[in-house]
Nanobody
Framework: VQLQASGGGLVQAGGSLGLSCVAS????????LAWYRQAPGKERELVAQFAGGGRKDYVDSVKGRFTISGDNARTTVNLEMNSLKPEDTAVYYCNARGIRGTSWGKGTQVTVSS
């Protein structure tokens, strides 16, 4: 599976940004599409994931602010980020998990200024 991410950028605190990721290749093998992030000096963490049946999960720190969405074919996954905070600053990675393992997209920088 290949993942192509886009979006991100620089925004002031309280603003909004969107991320998009398109999957290609062995799409039928994908069970879950997700977004992770890694801030400087910190471990990579799961931000949100979108699984079969429409299930969506979020890390507590983004609940009510971020919304993950995707299509049922699991070829795209988007992350709408509202009310951004400086602590949301990180490199964000698109992730796909399935029967053929895990794939990562190239990271995209999100910077929130205070």
């Amino acid at each position: 599976v290949q993942l192509q991410a886009s979006g991100g950028g620089l925004v002031q605190a309280g603003g909004s940004l969107g991320l998009s990721c398109v999957a290609s290749g062995s799409i039928a093998s994908i069970n879950v599409l997700a977004w992770y992030r890694q801030a400087p000096g910190k471990e990579r963490e799961l931000v949100a994931q979108f699984a079969g049946g429409g299930r969506k999960d979020y890390v507590d720190s983004v609940k009510g602010r971020f919304t993950i969405s995707g299509d049922n074919a699991r070829t795209t996954v988007n992350l709408e980020m509202n009310s951004l905070k400086p602590e949301d600053t990180a490199v964000y990675y698109c992730n796909a998990r399935g029967i053929r393992g895990t794939s990562w997209g190239k990271g995209t920088q999100v910077t929130v200024s205070s």
